[in-house]
């Protein structure tokens, strides 16, 4: 227990629980929407975002926010007539997203940046500031989910239906696509913008052979998340391994060993 | 009053016009089949009576009104209901969806806030909706354990639960079983008696059994009164009766009617 006396593995720990928090939400409503190509293609292209405030000599977490809530609201706009070329526009824009990062990064004069903590997190890295942010984020995604959990239930299950009884799909869908682009980008810090798709649909996943409902389901993932992301802290801090990384084999394992206690326990059909 | 009345509707995608010259007249608690050929404008007919597409010429007036503002009173039933079966959801939670006005009626401020548990107001609604379809006992199972012809009777008591005066559905039938399907339909024929059903159908046994117009509709539309005249297929041993046969004797047959009716008239 003497690690929690320090106040980086202290901010680490908050830093984790919120932000899987909003992700199993979130992350729950991208997989029922068929999302999270398009949620991952949003997190690469935040490097655009994280290059731009670099150069700029913007704090990282407004420049990625700004990038990364445009990005959304460009595949809102092109995604929501023309599902069907959803594929193409979102590979497009997650790989113009991460050039542009590049790019800005290498015209940095001096700037010696160390990538991998993008991509791939660092928790032990987060400040007070950060936690501002995230607590402030989870707070929002919340009240939203709260407040139109009919309207975002309606467009998730059936959308053309949702349409008919006047629900206006297309606004809910953008706000959806922002509220995405917002907690990746505070996820990028906990496990970085490469795995954090990872802790948007494994807990969902597992979470969703167990609820009857959407809510139980955006409850149950948000739980399993934080669970998996505490449990991976731990291993990460104990053999001095790569975060992000640790939590997400944590919750790959997670969903291993549950299909594993599903197929086992579900009674075996005759031949 | 007529809950339908379509006068001269044009309707072209682009240039080539899909519907020309549709007359249609639909009276209280009719149950009216509509059938043709597929890619004959039937879907585009409903789109329209629902105020999804607007006419090029001619006009459409749903129990007085305009499709848009009669579309609270239209109930609507889409064709395929075997999608999303993984989503996570209760038949309670898709009853529901049909009237989203109930809950703001109904609701304390605190629900009206935060919208996620059903209070009795709507848990009673949508038993009595469930009770009309015989679904009352499976109101909190998951949407995706029931067999299709119960999840079309689910998606039917959607539909009544905003109490609509015209029930619209697009072939109700087409991936259910066959004594699913004779379900329905006894079904909607028990629901025309309080308000008015109009269903998209390849089944014939709806034209000769339940309804009581039949229209047929490519590019333009024919009506049929099946309760004047009705039609008995004589299904010839060891041969299929065709849809199509049937389309092209109600075409004809109804043009005969119209051209006698005429006569009559002016005799």
Redesign the interface.
């Known amino acids: 227990m003497e690690i929690l006396h320090y106040t980086f593995m202290q901010n680490a720990l908050i830093a984790g629980i919120l932000v899987s928090l909003a992700a199993g939400i979130i992350g729950s409503l991208i997989v ?1 929407n068929r999302l999270v190509f398009l949620t991952g293609g949003v997190a690469h292209s935040s490097y655009g975002g994280i290059g731009l405030a670099i150069y700029f000599g913007l704090p990282i977490f407004l420049g990625a926010s700004l990038f990364t809530v445009a990005t959304a609201l460009l595949l809102a706009w092109l995604t929501f007539k023309k599902r069907h070329l959803s594929d193409t526009y979102i590979g497009l824009i997650w790989a113009v997203g991460m050039a542009i990062g590049v790019i800005f990064v290498d015209m940095t004069p001096g700037y010696n940046v160390d990538l991998m903590s993008y991509l791939f997190g660092s928790i032990l890295a987060v400040e007070r500031s950060d936690l501002w942010f995230m607590g402030g984020l989870l707070a929002v995604v919340l009240l939203v989910v ?2 139109w ?2 309207e975002f ?2 467009i ?3 959308s ?3 349409a ?4 206006p799909t297309g606004r809910f869908y953008t706000l959806l696509l922002i509220l995405s682009a917002l907690t990746v980008v505070v996820a990028i810090k906990v496990v970085g913008l490469i795995l954090v798709i990872a802790l948007m649909t494994i807990p969902t996943h597992i979470a ?1 052979h167990r ?7 955006m409850m149950r993932s948000a739980l399993l998340a934080a669970s998996f992301t505490l449990l991976g802290l731990w291993i990460s801090y104990r053999y001095d391994l790569t975060s992000g990384a640790c939590i997400i084999l944590v919750a790959a394992a997670g969903l291993v060993l549950e299909s594993l206690w599903r197929s086992l326990r579900r009674p075996k059909s005759p031949a | 009053m007529k809950v339908l009345q379509v006068e001269n509707l044009r309707f072209s995608y682009d240039r080539e016009p899909v519907l020309q010259g549709v007359n249609l007249e639909v009276e209280e608690h009719e149950f009216v089949a509509v059938i043709g050929p597929n890619g004959g404008g039937k879907s585009t007919l409903l789109k329209l009576i ?1 105020g ?1 597409l607007l006419p090029d010429e001619g006009k459409i007036t749903v129990l007085g009104k305009s499709p848009r503002e009669a ?2 009173e239209i109930g ?1 039933v ?1 064709q395929n209901t075997n ?2 079966l ?5 038949v309670l ?2 009853v ?3 009237n ?1 006005k109930q ?1 703001r009626e109904a609701a304390s401020w605190w629900e009206r ?4 548990r059903y209070n009795t107001v709507e848990r009673r609604c949508a038993y009595s909706t469930l009770e009309k379809v015989g679904m009352a006992e499976y109101l ?1 199972r ?1 949407i995706g354990d029931l067999s299709g012809g119960q999840r079309q009777r689910v998606m039917i008591a ?1 539909a009544l639960c ?1 109490h609509p005066r015209l029930l619209i559905l697009d072939e109700p039938t087409s991936s259910i079983d066959v004594q699913g399907q004779k379900q329905i339909y006894a079904l909607l024929k028990e629901l025309s008696r309080d308000l008015t059903v109009l269903v998209v159908s390849h089944d014939l046994s709806v034209i000769t059994e339940y309804a009581d117009k039949a229209v047929y509709v490519n590019r333009t539309a024919y009506t049929h009164d099946l309760r004047r005249s009705p039609i008995h297929l004589q299904q010839p041993e060891g041969e299929h009766f065709c849809e199509i046969e049937l389309m092209q004797m109600l075409a004809e047959k109804t043009c005969e009617c119209e051209h006698h009716g005429g006569k009559k008239e002016t005799s």
């Not at chain 1, 008919?164 to 629900?167: E, N, P, T, V, Y």
């Not at chain 1, 609820?211 to 389901?217: F, I, K, R, V, W």
């Not at chain 2, 806030?113 to 996620?116: I, K, N, Q, R």
């Open positions: 029922v709260h407040r959990y009919r239930l309606a998730s299950y059936d053309d239906y949702a008919l009884r006047g629900i969703s609820s009857a409902t959407l809510y139980g389901m | 629902m999804e579309r609270e609507y889409p999608v999303n993984d989503f996570p959801i209760r939670d898709v529901m969806m049909g989203p809950h806030l935060f919208p996620v909190d998951r959607r905003a």
